[in-house]
């Protein structure tokens, strides 16, 4: 990275940050060096996004540097084990130019703008316990079929003794499942299916015996009536 020296570096350290990262932004919106280089305009847009973003980091990191350097008094001393934020700073602006340049030139991004791994994605959120309970209904809903009629007439009576036992309605027990399937949050859709799954998977293993619904009911039955 640049520095500046001499009266340059003088005039830096007497305007604030504020007003640097404005002239920084100001110069890059200036450049008319994108106008003939891409002719897509979203293209043009994202690139001119990402070097302003590149600009306004290098702009906070230089005149951190420079107050650091030029005010040895207001100066923290780090422990040598201390994580310093403005070098981790560093770093991630090195990974997003790099990126960024990748991406201006149409190739994939390596570092912090590639995207992460799905399977790396640990779902850590704690859905409370009605919650479960309601989506093992919606589950059982969604597993209802003709060989079922003896546990329930039908799709809808299921739904009512779910809504008696859930102190809601049938209609919001059928929207709500609907929601959850089109729209839902990840971690609920991946009880949801998980359960839905498992049970279709053991009624296959018994050769079609015990439907995926009376596989699942015992045991919903006995978390209701806890």
Request: glycine share 6%; net charge negative; proline share 3%.
């Amino acid at each position: 990275m640049k520095r500046k020296k001499g009266i340059l570096a003088a005039l830096d350290t007497e305007m604030s940050l504020e007003d640097k990262i404005a002239l920084g932004l100001h110069e890059v919106l200036s450049d008319d060096s994108l106008k003939n280089r891409y002719i897509d305009p979203q293209d043009k847009q994202n690139v001119l996004y990402r070097r302003l973003i590149v600009r306004a980091l290098a702009t906070i990191y230089d005149h951190t540097f420079e107050k650091l350097k030029s005010d040895e008094d207001g100066a923290i001393v780090l422990i040598s084990d201390e994580l310093n934020p403005f070098d981790e700073l560093f770093s991630a602006l090195r990974c997003l130019r790099h990126d960024t340049k990748r991406l201006n030139e149409g190739l994939e991004a390596e570092r912090v703008a590639k995207p992460v791994i799905r399977e790396s994605i640990t779902v850590k959120e704690i859905i409370p316990i009605g919650r479960k309970l309601r989506i093992l209904w919606y589950v059982a809903s969604e597993l209802y079929g003709k060989s079922d009629r003896e546990l329930f007439e039908t799709q809808k009576a299921l739904e009512e003794h779910a809504a008696i036992v859930l102190g809601s309605t049938q209609g919001a027990l059928k929207t709500g499942r609907s929601q959850l399937k089109s729209e839902g949050d990840t971690a609920e859709q991946s009880i949801f299916y998980t359960y839905l799954n498992d049970c279709r998977k053991l009624s296959e293993e018994s050769g079609g015996q015990i439907s995926p619904l009376k596989l699942l009911i015992p045991a919903l039955n006995a978390l209701s009536s806890d």
